[in-house]
């Protein structure tokens, strides 16, 4: 029991740092009140292929090791319950 927690604390700090390091690579989406007085339309080509640009990709990639995190946290929690 102590050897499987020692794995799940080491790739839960290395999730940690991942969600982290993605996090500060993403850039800032608002586009603020200018968007609602020029009228720009979502409806282009690059808002229909965004999940296959890099910003896409860090988006997907940050919500899948948040979801990770969070099972991971659970999964230590029943562990030290349990001890």
């Known amino acids: 029991m102590e050897i ?3 794995i799940i604390i080491v790739v839960y700090f290395i999730v940690a740092i991942a969600i982290i390091i993605l996090a500060m690579m993403q850039s800032k ?3 603020g009140l200018s968007s609602t007085i020029t009228g ?3 409806n282009n080509f690059y ?3 965004k999940g ?3 910003e896409g990709k860090l ?3 940050t919500v ?3 979801i990770i995190f969070a099972i991971l946290t659970i999964a230590l929690g029943i ?3 349990a001890k």
Do not use: G, P, Q, V
Request: net charge positive; hydrophobic share 25%; charged share 40%.
């Open 4 to 6: 499987a927690r020692n």
């Open 29 to 31: 989406e608002d586009s």
């Open 40 to 42: 720009s339309s979502t």
């Open 47 to 49: 808002e229909k292929n």
């Open 52 to 54: 296959r640009t890099k």
């Open 59 to 61: 988006k997907r990639w």
């Open 64 to 66: 899948i090791l948040s």
């Open 79 to 81: 562990l030290y319950m």
